[in-house]
């Protein structure tokens, strides 16, 4: 895979909240990662303390599921991981949980949006990073529209290898700024986000190979005009579309 895998990194997941915790897990398990679900703070520490059991390199904690005394203790047990606490209201909880260790995160958020600062986390915490270098020539590139954390467009460099370049694209800057540090840390090598609107897309006609993310266009907020402006430039560009594993269009686009 390319970018950073979390391929046997064990995650403690500390939710009660049923649907936001299995899709948590669900989002770290596609990227390899062992997880250990557990309801409570006390179970949590049982786990931790079980001389059996691998340390975690990372611990989601709830601010309904944790109190003050057992993050303490989660955080000292947990012996280095990277520590993420969850808040309805993060401004409240930050600089709490910023002295017990903990990066805080808003809830309710995106999972997807989560496996990416993870990813990040990993990547700085604990100095993982792929090997350096890129082809000195891509054989092919792809784009992936509306683009924002990133998250897509890692799933899309998965799929397509470390010699196709992908290319990110959004209208929002701060967006693309989120998302290149986030694939930096990771170590994605064949990566690049660009700032654009995707009714006008800023680039020359039989750019790319294929493009991904028209099938979800409509829910980026984007009127039905929008979304058929968009596929009008997504034919300029000469991409294939890629809609649900479905590949649709001219395979013999040039690059």
Same mark, same amino acid.
């Given at each position: 895979?390319?970018g950073l895998?979390?391929?046997?990194?064990?995650?403690?997941?500390?939710?009660?909240e049923?649907?936001?915790?299995?899709?948590?897990?669900?989002c770290?398990?596609?990227?390899?990662?062992?997880?250990?679900?557990?309801a409570t703070a006390?179970?949590?520490i049982?786990? *931790?303390r079980?001389?059996?059991?691998?340390?975690?390199?990372?611990?989601?904690?709830?601010?309904?599921?944790?109190?003050?005394?057992?993050?303490?203790?989660?955080?000292?047990l947990a012996?280095?991981a990277s520590?993420?606490?969850?808040?309805?209201?993060p401004?409240?909880c930050?600089e709490?949980?910023?002295?017990?260790g903990?990066?805080?995160?808003s809830?309710p958020?995106?999972?997807?949006?989560?496996?990416?600062?993870v990813r990040?986390? *990993?990547?700085?915490?604990?100095?993982l990073?792929?090997?350096?270098?890129?082809?000195t020539?891509?054989?092919?590139?792809?784009?992936?529209?509306c683009?924002g954390?990133g998250?897509?467009?890692?799933?899309?460099?998965?799929?397509?290898?470390?010699n196709v370049?992908?290319?990110?694209v959004?209208?929002?800057?701060?967006?693309?700024?989120?998302?290149?540090e986030?694939?930096?840390l990771?170590g994605y090598?064949?990566?690049?986000f660009?700032?654009?609107?995707?009714t006008?897309?800023?680039?020359?006609?039989?750019?790319?190979a294929r493009a991904?993310g028209?099938?979800?266009?409509? *829910?980026?907020?984007?009127?039905a005009?929008a979304?058929?402006q968009a596929?009008?430039?997504?034919e300029?560009?000469n991409?294939?579309?890629?809609n649900?594993?479905?590949v649709?269009?001219?395979?013999?686009?040039?690059?």
């Open positions: 895979m390319n895998s979390m391929d046997g990194y064990q995650c403690l997941l500390v939710m009660a049923e649907p936001v915790s299995r899709l948590i897990e669900a770290l398990r596609a990227h390899g990662m062992c997880v250990t679900a557990c006390r179970q949590a049982e786990v *931790l079980d001389p059996t059991k691998p340390l975690p390199h990372v611990c989601i904690l709830d601010e309904d599921t944790a109190g003050d005394q057992d993050t303490e203790e989660i955080v000292a012996k280095g520590v993420f606490g969850l808040a309805v209201d401004a409240v930050a709490k949980w910023r002295e017990a903990l990066r805080c995160l809830k958020f995106s999972p997807p949006d989560f496996t990416i600062a990040a986390a *990993l990547a700085r915490d604990h100095g990073c792929i090997k350096p270098g890129r082809p020539k891509w054989e092919s590139a792809v784009l992936d529209l683009s954390s998250f897509s467009t890692c799933i899309a460099a998965d799929g397509e290898g470390e370049l992908v290319v990110g959004d209208r929002a800057p701060d967006a693309i700024m989120r998302a290149r986030c694939v930096r990771i090598q064949n990566i690049v660009v700032a654009g609107d995707v006008a897309l800023p680039f020359k006609a039989a750019s790319f991904y028209t099938k979800h266009l409509h *829910l980026y907020g984007l009127t005009e979304v058929q596929m009008l430039e997504v300029r560009v991409a294939s579309v890629v649900g594993g479905e649709i269009g001219n395979e013999q686009s040039r690059i």
